[in-house]
């Protein structure tokens, strides 16, 4: 908000000078220098830094610089003029981050095509030398300049726009889907002497202009293009327009638009003129201009960008007249800038305000500025979540008005490409129901109807938390102060849990979370915001574990074989902080405690009442659980018995592993993955893999499912990367029947019979295997496999219609608009007759009202 109030007062008092001089930083020419070592123009010395903040990126923190894409030019006195009113935003920009240090990314995105950003970078172009990066094409820009928007896209196909015309008009469609997102809605139709729309099945309908519905371009238009063939919808409900893409139209159909469309004309008719020739170019912008739309003339493929993009300025003038700052929440996505395999550091989110021009003598233009916004990572969002109040077993997730997830504990946005992390191609449009799952369709249910509820009243987006709440405990905060000397701490703390807020004031951002808490408790910082109740369950859980590290220590002394291995990077990590994190293995890092993080160990304990226990173990890789070992083992050369101890079910033979299905110790279900990676359709497995093995998830560990491994394949390696491609994927899991403590039977397998007993280990989640190892049933009883297999959809099994919020906010309409801005006069004359549309549109206006 404080941008936005700076960059319109800046432009309110400033007057326009279209002979303007003014240097500015342009980011792709700091620290630039010609053939005789001087500065180039609209570069000089732009001071650099690493900050570890801009993870380690060279930044500028007291300046911002410009950014312009390479298809507009750099001097144009527009350009000038804007650049030097949002020289403004420069101190704006610093004064935010000194308020509040954990602000990444703030910027402006000027209509005129600039981008200023704070903190000032280095503007790569990429391998051609080429800026493709408009800020105008971006979702924040998008979002926060317009209402939700339901789109006619209509193209002509008649015999004389063939060749380049299509080329161009086809440029042009899909320039136009890139502008819309999953707020908005949208249809094709292509015409000659008759209308047909391209996708038959949605025909008089509109489709969700979501990432997966416009991932896939149309490669013409007289094919079925993929992007229109998942959901439909009934529209947003909000700003409505026909996009018109030909080479000239006969008529001005006066008759049709004044039977459907005016005098209120709320369908908004946009003309794009194809082509070098302008016959009939004046009948195309009267369409335009007596339907509150624009006229644009596109004549090559370089055109296509800008005057695509002048649409979106019409349809801002209603929010712009009524001086609406809407706020609007983007998408998760993941910012180049910040790539790394770090997740929590990859998605992101973009927080994002429109900027008006206030001047009376421009008002009912409705001359939209820009935009200002603000990138924000997702895991500084999900530290507002009270953690510990969730149970051991709850998580918090964040999801927008559309049910995509942005932040979630199941939510696998990358994949690996060898040995490369790269972002699923719709990593940002995974639904709730894609990561939610229950054990029963009535449970499902009911979820999904919750789910609807509160996003019927939810905001742009939410903030769900799982499961029950811990008991409060009713403690005194000082009462530990004579049972635990706070100045020399034996304990650590999760550093990423927030317990007090230490970046409010400046003097406290010097502070660790520990060091905080300290001082809070000891009256040192009064002033500090800390979460008592936090802090009190903190303290008393170090009173009462307090003597267990003498206890460890002499476990340790006294034991020689590594049982207590674990324990000792407990106490170690308590003493020695997290110094000694970097030497831990993948498995000793899973066992311990981080902002979203409770280990498996912790989880699968608490849900038992005392008295009980639970084996599992870990492999080096932190796999769990581990896919070749049993817990226990025995199996002498001289005994016909294999003795088995496993957690629920471990490497067992098909033969058995059928029977006790059929007993109904194990019943098989069926377990879906929407966010699966599979090979492409022309790569074929070698062979299946027998009792896949897998890492078994977090969502089922403390659920009693079974997912069979095996020590077969488990430790051969690809020796080729097989190309991946996002897909939805099934396989079969087996939920245990705790009620059948004990079983056996009598397994024919030709000329000999397996004989098997199975036991339930009391008070333990173990089961206790004797089978006989004389009797191969191989051949009789084949594998159990858990190869997962793709879900190959087909048109008439489409997902639905997911539940979804319209955003409240829609400024489609304002009375006192100024329609004249409409487009470029054309002194061509008219001499080429085209064909009868006024058939054409009267088809289109009618199926679409």
């Known amino acids: 908000q404080r941008l936005a109030e700076s960059a319109e007062d800046a432009?309110?008092?400033?007057?326009?000078?279209?002979?303007?001089?003014?240097?500015?930083?342009?980011?792709?020419?700091?620290?630039?220098?010609?053939?005789d070592g001087n500065n180039v123009e609209l570069g000089g010395e732009f001071p650099l830094e690493e900050n570890e903040h801009f993870n380690n990126l060279p930044v500028n923190t007291q300046q911002s610089n410009i950014q312009i894409p390479t298809n507009v030019y750099n001097k144009d006195p527009n350009i000038l003029n804007a650049i030097y009113n949002s020289e403004a935003l420069n101190?704006?920009?610093?004064?935010?981050?000194?308020?509040?240090?954990?602000?990444?990314?703030?910027?402006?995105?000027?209509?005129?095509?600039?981008?200023?950003?704070?903190?000032?970078?280095?503007?790569?172009?990429?391998?051609?030398?080429?800026?493709?990066?408009?800020?105008?094409?971006?979702?924040?820009?998008?979002?926060?300049?317009?209402?939700?928007?339901?789109?006619?896209?209509m193209v002509d196909v008649s015999g004389s726009m063939k060749g380049l015309k299509m080329t161009i008009a086809k440029h042009t469609i899909n320039t136009i889907l890139d502008t819309l997102g999953e707020n908005d809605f949208v249809n094709l139709i292509a015409y000659t002497d008759y209308v047909r729309y391209v996708e038959p099945c949605f025909k008089g309908t509109l489709v969700q202009a979501d990432l997966d519905n416009r991932e896939v371009k149309p490669l013409s238009v007289s094919q079925?293009?993929?992007?229109?063939?998942?959901?439909?919808?009934?529209?947003?409900?909000?700003?409505?327009?026909?996009?018109?893409?030909?080479?000239?139209?006969?008529?001005?159909?006066?008759?049709?638009?004044?039977?459907?469309?005016?005098?209120?004309?709320?369908?908004?008719?946009?003309?794009?003129?194809?082509g070098r020739e302008m016959t009939f170019a004046q009948n195309t912008k009267w369409i335009a201009c007596n339907n509150k739309g624009y006229y644009t003339h596109i004549s090559t493929l370089?055109?296509?960008?800008?005057?695509?993009?002048?649409?979106?300025h019409v349809l801002s003038r209603p929010m712009v007249i009524n001086h609406d700052h809407d706020i609007i929440w983007t998408e998760a996505y993941m910012d180049t800038l910040f790539y790394t395999k770090a997740q929590s550091l990859l998605l992101m989110t973009s927080v994002a305000m429109p900027v008006f021009s206030k001047k009376k003598e421009t008002l009912s233009h409705g001359i939209l500025l820009g935009v200002v916004g603000t990138d924000i990572p997702l895991m500084e969002v999900m530290k507002l979540a009270p953690r510990y109040m969730l149970g051991t077993h709850g998580y918090a997730f964040l999801l927008n008005n559309n049910g995509y997830i942005l932040a979630h504990p199941d939510l696998r946005p990358l994949y690996k490409d060898g040995k490369k992390l790269k972002p699923k191609p719709n990593y940002n449009s995974v639904d709730l129901s894609e990561v939610e799952w229950e054990?029963?369709?009535?449970?499902?249910?009911?979820?999904?109807?919750?789910?609807?509820?509160?996003?019927?009243?939810?905001?742009?987006?939410?903030?769900?938390?799982?499961?029950?709440?811990?008991?409060?405990?009713?403690?005194?905060?000082?009462?530990?102060?004579?049972?635990?000397?706070?100045?020399?701490?034996d304990l650590s703390i999760a550093s990423e849990w927030t317990y007090c807020e230490t970046d409010i004031d400046p003097a406290h951002r010097k502070y660790s979370q520990l060091q905080a808490a300290i001082s809070y408790l000891l009256g040192k910082e009064p002033d500090l915001e800390c979460d008592e109740?936090?802090?009190?369950?903190?303290?008393?859980?170090?009173?009462?574990?307090?003597?267990?590290?003498?206890?460890?220590?002499?476990?340790?002394?006294?034991?020689?074989?590594?049982?207590?291995?674990?324990?000792?990077?407990?106490?170690?990590?308590?003493?020695?902080?997290?110094?000694?994190?970097?030497?831990?293995?993948?498995?000793?890092?899973?066992?311990?405690?981080?902002?979203?993080?409770?280990?498996?160990?912790?989880?699968?304990?608490?849900?038992?009442?005392?008295?009980?226990?639970?084996?599992?173990?870990?492999?080096?890789?932190?796999?769990?659980?581990?896919?070749?070992?049993?817990?226990?083992?025995?199996?002498?050369?001289?005994?016909?018995?294999s003795v088995f101890v496993s957690r629920f079910f471990g490497e067992v033979d098909g033969s058995v592993m059928a029977a006790l299905i059929k007993m109904g110790m194990?019943?098989?279900?069926?377990?879906?993955?929407?966010?699966?990676?599979?090979?492409?359709?022309?790569?074929?497995?070698?062979?299946?893999?027998?009792?896949?093995?897998?890492?078994?998830?977090?969502?089922?560990?403390?659920?009693?499912?079974?997912?069979?491994?095996?020590?077969?394949?488990?430790?051969?390696?690809?020796?080729?990367?097989?190309?991946?491609?996002?897909?939805?994927?099934?396989?079969?899991?087996?939920?245990?029947d705790p009620s059948i403590r004990e079983a056996n039977s009598l397994i024919k397998c030709g000329r000999c019979q397996k004989m098997f007993v199975v036991q339930q280990i009391p008070n333990s989640n173990l089961v206790l295997v004797v089978t006989q190892a004389d009797c191969d049933c191989s051949r009789q009883f084949g594998p159990i496999l858990l190869e997962p297999k793709e879900i190959k959809y087909i048109l008439h099994l489409m997902k639905s219609q997911k539940a979804r919020r319209r955003p409240e906010s829609c400024h489609a309409y304002h009375p006192k608009e100024n329609a004249k801005e409409c487009g470029k006069a054309s002194s061509i004359s008219l001499s080429f007759v085209l064909l009868s549309a006024n058939l054409l549109l009267s088809m289109v206006l009618l199926c679409w009202m």
């Open 533 to 641: 109740l936090l802090l009190q369950q903190m303290l008393f859980d170090a009173v009462v574990t307090a003597p267990l590290e003498a206890y460890w220590n002499t476990l340790l002394l006294n034991d020689r074989s590594g049982t207590f291995k674990m324990n000792y990077f407990v106490s170690l990590l308590s003493n020695h902080s997290c110094h000694l994190y970097i030497f831990l293995t993948p498995s000793d890092k899973a066992n311990l405690f981080t902002i979203d993080h409770f280990p498996l160990w912790y989880r699968l304990a608490v849900e038992n009442t005392p008295g009980k226990f639970y084996y599992y173990s870990v492999n080096d890789k932190g796999d769990h659980p581990p896919s070749s070992k049993h817990l226990v083992a025995d199996c002498h050369e001289e005994s016909n018995l």
């Open 666 to 736: 194990f019943k098989k279900i069926s377990l879906f993955d929407y966010q699966a990676m599979c090979k492409n359709s022309h790569h074929h497995a070698s062979s299946a893999r027998p009792l896949l093995s897998v890492s078994l998830s977090s969502a089922f560990q403390h659920r009693n499912i079974c997912l069979l491994v095996t020590t077969l394949h488990s430790c051969m390696q690809q020796k080729k990367v097989e190309a991946m491609q996002p897909c939805d994927t099934a396989y079969p899991g087996f939920m245990y």
């Open 91 to 153: 101190d704006v920009f610093i004064s935010n981050f000194q308020r509040d240090p954990t602000l990444t990314w703030q910027y402006f995105g000027s209509s005129f095509g600039f981008f200023r950003i704070y903190p000032g970078i280095k503007w790569t172009p990429d391998t051609n030398g080429v800026v493709a990066f408009d800020c105008r094409n971006r979702n924040w820009y998008i979002q926060a300049a317009t209402s939700p928007k339901d789109i006619i896209i």
């Open 302 to 312: 370089a055109d296509v960008q800008e005057n695509v993009m002048e649409y979106l």
């Open 11 to 35: 432009d309110l008092y400033h007057e326009y000078n279209a002979s303007l001089e003014f240097d500015y930083y342009n980011s792709m020419l700091i620290n630039t220098v010609d053939e």
């Open 439 to 489: 054990d029963t369709d009535e449970m499902v249910n009911t979820a999904i109807k919750l789910l609807i509820a509160v996003i019927a009243v939810g905001c742009d987006f939410t903030v769900f938390f799982g499961k029950s709440l811990v008991s409060k405990l009713k403690l005194n905060l000082f009462s530990f102060a004579g049972l635990h000397d706070l100045t020399s701490p």
């Open 224 to 274: 079925q293009p993929k992007e229109l063939r998942r959901v439909k919808g009934q529209g947003s409900m909000c700003n409505q327009a026909i996009m018109l893409i030909t080479d000239g139209a006969m008529e001005d159909f006066e008759s049709v638009f004044e039977e459907f469309n005016w005098p209120d004309r709320r369908v908004r008719v946009f003309t794009y003129l194809i």
